[in-house]
């Protein structure tokens, strides 16, 4: 199982990049997928989730302005990402649980200037 993010780099607060993570296999087969971030310093922490039925929850910090979505015809997974904030500069990372097991993609940096 393969996932690779892209999607990510330098954009000015206020402004809005699409991350993507496109898996090797099916999606539908994946329990759930995750977007996670690590900013320089800090731990990783979750992003987004959605569920293999759909369901979505998000950290606070980016409630109402990152969206999470999942298209499983083209087996990828989406991080809208609006209004941004310096604060939001990470190293982004997606992952997806397949047959019990956590994968993880390499990371796509988004940098965010203020």
């Not at 539908?28 to 929850?57: C, D, Y």
């Given at each position: 199982?393969?996932?690779?993010?892209?999607?990510?780099?330098?954009?000015q607060?206020?402004?809005?990049?699409?991350?993507?993570?496109?898996?090797?296999?099916?999606?539908?087969?994946f329990?759930?997928m995750?977007?996670?971030?690590?900013a320089?310093g800090?731990?990783?922490e979750m992003?987004?989730?959605v569920?293999s039925?759909g369901?979505?929850?998000?950290?606070?910090?980016?409630?109402g302005?990152?969206?999470?979505?999942?298209?499983d015809a083209?087996?990828?997974?989406?991080?809208q990402?609006n209004?941004?904030k310096?604060?939001?500069t990470?190293v982004?990372?997606?992952?997806?649980?397949?047959?019990?097991?956590?994968y993880?993609?390499?990371?796509?940096?988004?940098?965010?200037?203020?």
């Amino acid at each position: 199982v393969q996932l690779q993010a892209s999607g990510g780099g330098l954009v000015q607060a206020g402004g809005s990049l699409r991350l993507s993570c496109a898996a090797s296999r099916s999606i539908f087969s994946f329990n759930g997928m995750i977007w996670h971030r690590q900013a320089p310093g800090a731990l990783r922490e979750m992003v987004a989730v959605v569920s293999s039925g759909g369901k979505t929850n998000y950290a606070d910090s980016v409630k109402g302005r990152f969206t999470i979505s999942r298209d499983d015809a083209s087996n990828s997974v989406y991080l809208q990402m609006n209004s941004l904030k310096p604060e939001d500069t990470a190293v982004y990372y997606c992952g997806g649980t397949y047959n019990g097991r956590l994968y993880w993609g390499q990371g796509t940096l988004v940098t965010v200037s203020s």
